[in-house]
């Protein structure tokens, strides 16, 4: 995979065989790559999007990227075509799939929004996004996404300085922290679900207890 150039976005298939990978650079139409990890070839390159994509999230089926066109995007792994398309407003920063696959968040700007992942009718096909809701709180760009191990709670973290965390089933917001460490541009949590960590735009990492 030598001579791509730089990579501003990646993800892993959730059975380790493939990476996605773009180079998200402003301004430019994108190209999406996908590689055997085995083999280290690429397999695959996707159009799409017309600008850089900045973020991507596997879900059981797939993947999806999103982008500074204000679209997010749904592929296979094993097909050269986008079979689903979403516009939201303004630059997609945070994507993430819950891990049984029936919910997808993303962020545009500072409201996180939710899809119910409606399974395919009589079976066949993919899961669509299907009903929507907004969780709003933030009051900056939201940067990163991520769903608790039991996908009921999904945490957020945003260049407003803030992580909070929201029930996904009500969209209302469970708790908010405000580390004082300036923008914030990454959030996890542990397998556990009872910690999750947090970094900053200064190189900050902090973890913070939500067992509680």
Known sequence: MQGFGGVGALVIARDGKHVAFAGGQIGVPERVCVADLKTHEIVRTLKGHRNAC????????????????????????????????????????????????TYFAAAGGSVVMVWDMDPPPRGRGRRRPGKVRRFRGHTDQIQTLDFSPDGAQLASAAHDGTVRVWDVASGGEVRAFAPKVGKLHAVAFAPDGLTLAFGSAKGHVGVLDVGG
Do not use: K, N, Q, Y
Request: negative net charge; hydrophobic residues 40%.
């Open 54 to 101: 900045g973020a991507m999230a596997a879900s059981p089926e797939g993947f999806a990227t999103g982008g500074a066109d204000a679209c997010v995007r749904f592929w296979t792994w094993d097909g050269p075509r986008c079979h689903h398309e979403l516009a939201l407003r303004g630059i997609v920063r945070g994507l993430a799939f819950s891990p049984d696959g």
